[in-house]
């Protein structure tokens, strides 16, 4: 049975007039739709503006350990926090998300596409830590699409809907059978269609995930029920790595080439990640003839960046900007250009 939630973002032109960009990015006075997409006048294509963060690994105070947690990963991710580097490399998280948020409540994007790992351990403190710096109590909250990573799910305990619960506002959409993942929210003509890939797992060295035979059926079903429109695969997990190669089996995706199938199949023009913290793009890759973008870490020292990316008729301006420690201020670092199949 289809579902969808009260917000689902299906919807024509309003003429609703938006405010003037603080952000520089479309400086005459636009026309929103009901999606808040703009459109210079009613017969041109919406131009969609879109903000990909990722792997932001937030941590707080006052997380609550239980007995199983000493037996499960989440004692060899906070060994790799304390002790070997993690938390040094992201010391600045709060910081700095706090001033990309900032950041973007000023340029309003159409939506925020949030590709995974909001926290470190993920312990629900720090779940509801990472969902508030995102502003998502807010009643102004800005829209968005989010799926977890691979630290959100550390362990089975984990995986008891915080990260759905304290997410929620980020994962309207159309879905199928009732079941979280996978959805498709529209924004403007584009769908984003968002996948969980984070699995927990047991052993400390094994960081790999997989979307799953029942998920991977609905994807293909939802794909084939939506309608027209470029279609933008969000996950957290990459499909090969900056160099072009494979990721290691115990770092990528399990079922990737599934996945990929289904996707290719299903008409997907674009795969947005993270779970690398390095940013990269592929025009296309060995194993989709579609581009691929990893956001790389939003917050981590010293590479922490985020991705604007302006859509019009399946043409893609990228602008990458980077956090300046000394102006506590994002700045552009490049700038790219993809076409979406
Ligand atoms: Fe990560
Ligand atoms: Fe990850």
């Given at each position: 049975?289809?579902?969808?939630?009260?917000?689902?973002?299906?919807?024509?032109?309003?003429?609703?007039?938006?405010?003037?960009?603080?952000?520089?990015?479309?400086?005459?006075?636009?026309?929103?739709?009901?999606?808040?997409?703009?459109?210079?006048?009613?017969?041109?294509?919406?131009?969609?503006?879109?903000?990909?963060?990722?792997?932001?690994?937030?941590?707080?105070?006052?997380?609550?350990?239980?007995?199983?947690?000493?037996?499960?990963?989440?004692?060899?991710?906070?060994?790799?926090?304390?002790?070997?580097?993690?938390?040094?490399?992201?010391?600045?998280?709060?910081?700095?998300?706090?001033?990309?948020?900032?950041?973007?409540?000023?340029?309003?994007?159409?939506?925020?596409?949030?590709?995974?790992?909001?926290?470190?351990?993920?312990?629900?403190?720090?779940?509801?830590?990472?969902?508030?710096?995102?502003?998502?109590?807010?009643?102004?909250?800005?829209?968005?699409?989010?799926?977890?990573?691979?630290?959100?799910?550390?362990?089975?305990?984990?995986?008891?809907?915080?990260?759905?619960?304290?997410?929620?506002?980020?994962?309207?959409?159309?879905?199928?059978?009732?079941?979280?993942?996978?959805?498709?929210?529209?924004?403007?003509?584009?769908?984003?269609?968002?996948?969980?890939s984070?699995t927990?797992?047991?052993?400390?060295?094994?960081?790999s995930g997989g979307v799953g035979?029942?998920?991977?059926?609905?994807?293909?079903?939802?794909?084939?029920?939506?309608?027209?429109?470029?279609?933008?695969?969000?996950?957290?997990y990459?499909?090969?790595?900056?160099?072009?190669?494979?990721?290691?089996?115990?770092?990528?995706l399990r079922d990737?080439?599934?996945?990929?199938?289904?996707?290719?199949?299903?008409?997907?023009?674009?795969?947005?990640?993270?779970?690398?913290?390095?940013?990269?793009?592929?025009?296309?890759?060995?194993?989709?003839?579609?581009?691929?973008?990893?956001?790389?870490?939003?917050?981590?020292?010293?590479?922490?960046?985020?991705?604007?990316?302006?859509?019009?008729?399946?043409?893609?301006?990228?602008?990458?900007?980077?956090?300046?420690?000394?102006?506590?201020?994002?700045?552009?670092?490049?700038?790219?250009?993809?076409?979406?199949?």
């Open positions: 049975m289809e579902h969808t939630c009260p917000s689902s973002l299906d919807g024509e032109a309003d003429g609703e007039h938006c405010r003037k960009d603080k952000g520089g990015g479309l400086s005459n006075l636009p026309i929103r739709n009901r999606n808040g997409v703009r459109a210079i006048n009613a017969n041109e294509t919406p131009t969609i503006r879109l903000a990909h963060l990722s792997d932001v690994h937030v941590t707080t105070r006052g997380c609550r350990w239980q007995r199983s947690d000493w037996l499960s990963k989440r004692l060899a991710a906070w060994i790799n926090l304390r002790f070997l580097g993690r938390g040094h490399r992201f010391r600045g998280a709060t910081a700095v998300l706090a001033a990309l948020m900032k950041e973007l409540r000023q340029q309003r994007p159409d939506a925020i596409v949030f590709s995974g790992d909001a926290t470190a351990l993920g312990f629900e403190e720090e779940i509801k830590h990472a969902a508030e710096l995102f502003g998502l109590h807010l009643e102004d909250r800005l829209p968005g699409v989010a799926v977890p990573g691979n630290h959100d799910y550390c362990t089975t305990v984990a995986i008891n809907g915080a990260f759905e619960r304290h997410f929620a506002s980020w994962q309207s959409g159309v879905r199928l059978d009732e079941e979280i993942y996978p959805f498709a929210q529209r924004v403007g003509e584009l769908w984003l269609i968002a996948v969980n984070a927990p797992n047991r052993w400390a060295w094994d960081a035979a029942e998920q991977l059926e609905r994807l293909r079903r939802l794909l084939k029920h939506l309608d027209g429109g470029p279609r933008v695969l969000v996950t957290h990459p499909i090969c790595l900056a160099s072009g190669h494979a990721e290691r089996r115990t770092h990528g990737l080439h599934d996945v990929v199938r289904v996707a290719a199949e299903g008409g997907i023009g674009l795969w947005l990640h993270g779970h690398r913290h390095q940013h990269y793009r592929h025009r296309q890759t060995s194993w989709t003839p579609f581009p691929v973008v990893c956001a790389g870490s939003s917050t981590q020292q010293g590479i922490w960046s985020y991705s604007e990316y302006t859509i019009r008729n399946r043409h893609l301006h990228g602008v990458r900007r980077i956090y300046d420690h000394g102006s506590k201020q994002f700045r552009v670092a490049e700038t790219f250009d993809l076409t979406l199949l």
